[in-house]
């Protein structure tokens, strides 16, 4: 991190900017917790926390330009000057390429494919739209029942679950190795 963004400025930003769309923030500060939860698995803890409560930034209306919310609040982080890492965890998010390829999108910034990512995609992955915990085949089944197996959305969960299954299952393991010590 640049040392602009903390924890407590990106809760604050995302307080601030999704306040319009309570349920998502609701989902956020869920994914918050979990992140807080897989935190000394990471090599940066506060990055990974700061990366959940900014992944869905891209949703707030204030914000949203092209529509697909990992790109918009990249975007806006990186317009701010911030973290090229910070931009290509919130671009990158729970396997945002597939969806992106299917949009017709370039996402800019790299998959890092670290331990990190994995954690982070685990926390939106393990936390229901209203902040609530949940398993990750069931969060992939609540997206396809919600948007409907013709939708892009859903399509794209669908591809990308056995990316999100083995982010989940590296997570859990490494959240249970830190437990064993």
């Not at 407590?8 to 601030?16: G, I, K, P, V």
């Not at 017709?104 to 494919?113: A, L, N, Q, R, T």
């Not at 229901?128 to 859903?154: F, N």
């Amino acid at each position: 991190m640049t040392g602009v963004e903390t924890v407590e400025w990106a809760e604050h930003l995302a307080r601030t900017y999704l306040a319009p769309l309570p349920r998502r923030l609701a989902h956020v500060e869920g994914v918050a917790r979990q992140a807080a939860r897989a935190a000394a698995v990471v090599d940066d803890p506060a990055l990974l926390v700061t990366a959940a409560w900014l992944h869905d930034l891209g949703y707030a209306p204030d914000i949203e330009r092209i529509g697909f919310h990992p790109v918009d609040g990249a975007e806006f982080l990186q317009e701010r000057g911030l973290g090229e890492r910070l931009c290509g965890l919130v671009a990158n998010h729970s396997c945002a390429c597939v969806e992106a390829r299917r949009r017709g999108v370039s996402i800019e910034w790299p998959d890092e494919e670290s331990a990190l990512r994995d954690a982070l995609w685990w926390a939106d992955m393990t936390t229901t739209p209203t902040g609530g915990l949940t398993g990750v085949r069931e969060r992939i089944a609540e997206v396809q029942e919600r948007y409907g197996t013709d939708h892009i959305v859903a399509q794209s969960v669908t591809e990308a679950a056995p990316y999100l299954l083995g982010a989940a299952d590296r997570t859990e393991g490494r959240i249970a190795s830190q437990t064993l010590r």
